[in-house]
């Protein structure tokens, strides 16, 4: 069959040779013609178009230069003139004689040439004698009207040459373009064959070509797939295996067959289904078996995909989605699953949330960096696992997750109320202990307390999350009063935390308008009854809540980091009262403000003050 392709091909090449010779030769040929129809426009017609025209111009130029004399009797210019004319008239004549024009044509204008010759002469006598007084004009009137006659005779002669030349021209032009349309047409013709010809032969190639290839392919693909492949007759004999499975059972020194596979086999020759798909460990390593049923050949084929690294990353992905990087302790994530996956399996379960904070963790990292940080982190999350390691309480379960930052959170479950409160209690106060040695490291010595917040899950209405905040709150109230402390959540708390939160809300809009205002507490000598100096106190009246106390929006104040702006501004409404009092009579008055130790702490608090004074002086 291919022997026959063969043939064809060769056939129908020598076909198109031969097409192609004939096609060339008779372009060939055409192409002589068209080369010598140009070759006698370029060397004949043209140059003989051209001479007439320029002796139609010279033969009118002659009359002009006549009448031009009448005008001017300029004699010099007249001989100049009518010598270059008929300089240019001579010559034209003896070119169109060598063009092989009718010599009859010839005579016809050498006659006109002459007459004009005799005219110019007559011409220029009969203006140079002066004696004929005015007769002499009426004589060179009838010269130039003979001279007019003259022109219109010639002019038609040379009109209807020019335009015998321009029909020569033509028909040359016209039989050169239509060889070239029949050229352009046989090559049009040709080219559409052959194009034709090259897509029915390219189509049939490339099928031919495919179908080699798939053949190819397909018998090359299970000899070089990555992958180790067999095949196995029907009860399970190896008819094939591929390199990959050689070389694979070698390495591993191991057969790469499960204990069960006629077991397989046998399922799968009974099921309807044609594949089946089972995970197999082979020395460390983990594969995917594919073993596929191809009922008609009776045959078994058995893929093998190494996926241990698949699996490798998986399980990354699964530790790095529920454990923190840092300490490697469960994250939040694992923590609501935990607190969750308990609640579910134990109705009658409580759960004990304690969230613990290292207090003046964030001067730690200010002043020494987060690397430090981290590092301390790490130092109080050992101490705490040390602490867990002594609490083997048999219905307990306690585990320590990271939560955020420098906040840890220990879940305590247990069936008792009462045991988990008391677990809850020794676990802070041992922790407690922990803390009062120093964390060392190559930065220094740090001496650091803890905060913490506990809530309880007593199978209450809401959930998980809501005795993790609860937690979370008893946590901030044990931080923002001072620190080092344990506090139980409790519903009053709730109540102060939210009253905390509005009244911090207020605080940001109180400033912005401006609902602060000053008293001023006078210093009296008791002796003298003399004063001597001043104390500026702010007060703050809420236009719905009416006066409310310093000592409530103070802490708040100080906590949300407002008081550095409010006290920025008792300190300007103080100075600039006191210069008024000052500039009105009390020459040694003395105004004390009060100042907030987290002004202290900003690096631009000498520079506010300076600022201050300058503006009120």
Not at 71 to 81: F, G, H, I, W, Y
Not at 190 to 209: C, D, E, K, P, Y
Not at 395 to 415: C, E, M, P, Q, W
Not at 581 to 589: L, Y
């Amino acid at each position: 069959m291919m022997n026959q392709f063969r043939i064809k091909i060769t056939v129908l090449y020598l076909l198109l040779t031969l097409l192609g010779g004939a096609l060339s030769l008779h372009i060939y040929q055409r192409t002589l013609q068209v080369e010598q129809n140009n070759q006698q426009l370029l060397e004949r017609e043209i140059p003989e178009l051209q001479s007439v025209s320029l002796l139609a111009q010279s033969f009118t130029e002659h009359e002009r230069i006549l009448y031009e004399y009448y005008a001017t009797e300029d004699r010099k210019v007249l001989q100049q003139n009518l010598q270059a004319n008929f300089n240019s008239i001579s010559r034209e004549l003896s070119g169109l004689k060598q063009e092989q024009l009718s010599p009859d044509v010839i005579a016809l204008l050498n006659q006109h040439l002459a007459a004009q010759q005799n005219i110019a002469k007559q011409l220029e006598t009969a203006l140079t004698n002066y004696e004929l007084g005015s007769e002499r004009w009426d004589r060179a009137r009838t010269l130039l009207e003979e001279m007019t006659i003259l022109g219109n005779q010639s002019r038609p002669l040379l009109s209807q040459l020019v335009e015998d030349i321009k029909q020569k021209v033509q028909l040359s032009q016209q039989e050169s373009s239509s060889q070239l349309r029949s050229m352009s047409a046989l090559v049009s013709v040709f080219s559409i064959f052959i194009l034709l010809i090259a897509i029915v032969t390219g189509l049939f190639i490339t099928s031919r070509l495919r179908e080699a290839r798939e053949k190819k392919r397909l018998a090359m693909f299970i000899e070089r797939n990555p992958n180790p492949v067999a095949s196995f007759d029907w009860n399970g004999e190896y008819r094939y295996r591929n390199p990959a499975w050689n070389n694979l059972r070698e390495s591993l020194h191991h057969d790469l067959l499960p204990d069960d596979f006629l077991q397989q086999i046998q399922k799968l020759k009974s099921s309807k289904l044609n594949q089946r798909h089972w995970q197999q460990d082979i020395n460390e390593k983990i594969f995917l078996a594919t073993l596929h049923k191809q009922g008609d050949l009776s045959t078994f084929t058995l893929y093998l995909e190494d996926i241990t690294q698949r699996r490798r990353v998986e399980k990354e992905l699964e530790y790095l989605a529920f454990n923190d990087s840092l300490t490697e302790l469960s994250n939040r994530r694992k923590l609501d699953l935990d607190a969750n996956a308990f609640i579910e399996n134990h109705p009658d379960g409580v759960i004990g949330v304690l969230v613990i904070g290292i207090d003046r963790f964030s001067q730690v990292t200010a002043t020494h960096g987060y690397q430090v940080g981290d590092q301390i982190i790490i130092a109080i999350k050992q101490r705490i696992e040390r602490c867990l390691e002594q609490f083997e309480v048999e219905d307990h379960h306690i585990n320590l997750y990271r939560f955020t930052g420098a906040k840890f959170v220990i879940l305590i479950t247990s069936n008792e109320k009462d045991r988990l409160i008391e677990t809850t209690h020794l676990l802070v106060k041992t922790i407690q202990q922990s803390m009062l040695s120093f964390i060392a490291n190559k930065h220094g010595h740090f001496y650091l307390h803890l905060s913490f917040g506990a809530a309880y899950y007593l199978h209450q209405d809401h959930g998980f999350t809501r005795t993790l905040q609860n937690a979370d709150a008893a946590f901030t109230v044990a931080r923002r009063e001072s620190g080092n402390r344990f506090i139980e959540f409790n519903e009053d708390m709730a109540a102060k935390e939210k009253r905390w939160l509005d009244m911090e809300v207020d605080l940001r809009f109180a400033q912005n308008r401006k609902q602060f205002y000053l008293m001023y507490q006078p210093k009296v000598c008791s002796s003298s009854g003399r004063l001597t100096g001043i104390e500026a106190l702010v007060r703050w009246q809420h236009p719905d809540k009416g006066f409310i106390s310093p000592a409530e929006f103070i802490p708040v104040a100080e906590q949300s980091g407002l008081i550095v702006e409010i006290g920025h501004w008792i300190l300007l409404q103080a100075c600039s009262q006191t210069k008024r009092w000052i500039e009105s009579g009390f020459s040694d008055m003395v105004c004390a403000v009060n100042i907030s130790p987290l002004q202290f702490l900003q690096l631009d608090f000498l520079s506010s003050v300076r600022e201050v004074l300058n503006e009120t002086g």
